[in-house]
Structures are given as structure tokens and as C-alpha cells.
């Protein structure tokens, strides 16, 4: 669900510059983990709307989906 509305959820500056990858529920200690791909040089970007995203994705779930978000770098091919 979170992957066929990413664009609506982050918006189109995001969308362009990350989507997500995985999910990890850490079992015992409360983490729901987001992972998402960060093309190189956007970081920075995704970095700063961290709490944005977070807070998105559970305001469009309607739940705390995720409490966590951790960025793996990749390269584009572009």
C-alpha cells in the first residue's frame, strides 16, 4: 500500500530522490523500521524530512505503522 502511493505520501520532490525498499518490525523493542533507497547526493533532503515522512505514512495508514526510518544510498543510473 505504502508502495503504490509514495508519490501521494511524500510528494513529488521526495518521490523523485527515494522510495521504499523494506520493512522491519524488530520484535521486543518496539521498532518499525522503514527502510528507503536515497539516491547519492539527496541525503541531505531526505534526511531533514525524516519526521515528515514518518509522520505521513502513519497519518495516511491511519496508525503508527513505522516509528523508524533508516536510508540505504544507491547510486543512479542516470
Do not use: H, T
Not at 38 to 61: A, T
Amino acid at each position: 500500500k505504502i508502495l503504490d502511493n509514495w508519490k501521494k505520501i511524500v510528494g513529488n520532490d521526495l518521490f523523485e530522490a527515494c522510495y521504499p525498499k523494506s520493512f522491519k518490525n524488530i520484535k521486543n523493542s518496539g521498532i518499525k523500521q522503514l527502510n528507503i533507497m536515497v539516491k547519492r547526493g539527496k541525503e541531505v533532503d531526505v534526511e531533514y524530512s525524516r519526521k515528515i515522512i514518518i509522520d505521513r505514512i502513519n497519518s495516511f495508514l491511519g496508525y503508527e505503522f513505522i516509528n523508524s526510518i533508516k536510508l540505504v544510498n544507491y547510486k543512479d543510473k542516470k
